[in-house]
């Protein structure tokens, strides 16, 4: 499975922008995955941002509840992660993921761990 992130850049803070990810590879199984996004900072440790499950059951880190919305569009092969209201603290390299293993009762996971492939990430950069 590849996956390939896109979407990021510059933007003022309390402006919105649109991570795509898209994937190939095993995609043809792509509705039987969760999917997360995660973002790391320079000099921190990866995080988790949100998620969506088989289900579409999404689960979010609580710095970005109310603000980022994570969907899927499995026709398209694809998972979104809207970001509105951006603060400087957004700034972060941004990845998406896939957990290939899972079965429908598997719930968004917060853990890298969980996680079997991984996109190469896009940057974001949030100037206040």
């Known amino acids: 499975v590849q996956l390939q992130a896109s979407g990021g850049g510059l933007v003022q803070a309390g402006g919105s922008l649109r991570l795509s990810c898209a994937a190939s590879?095993?995609?043809?199984?792509?509705?039987?995955?969760?999917m997360g996004w995660f973002r790391q900072a320079p000099g921190k440790e990866r995080e988790f941002v949100g998620g969506?499950?088989?289900?579409?059951?999404?689960r979010y880190a609580e710095s970005v509840k109310g603000r980022f919305t994570v969907s899927r569009d499995n026709a398209k092969k694809m998972v979104y992660l809207q970001m509105n209201s951006l603060k400087p603290a957004d700034t972060a390299v941004y990845y998406c993921?896939?957990?290939?293993?899972?079965?429908?009762?598997?719930?968004?996971?917060?853990?890298?761990?969980?996680?079997?492939?991984w996109g190469q990430g896009t940057q974001v950069t949030v100037s206040s």
């Open positions: 993921a896939a957990d290939v293993t899972a079965i429908l009762t598997t719930p968004v996971g917060d853990a890298t761990g969980q996680y079997d492939y």
């Open positions: 969506i499950s088989r289900s579409a059951d999404t």
């Open positions: 590879g095993r995609a043809a199984s792509f509705s039987r995955y969760v």
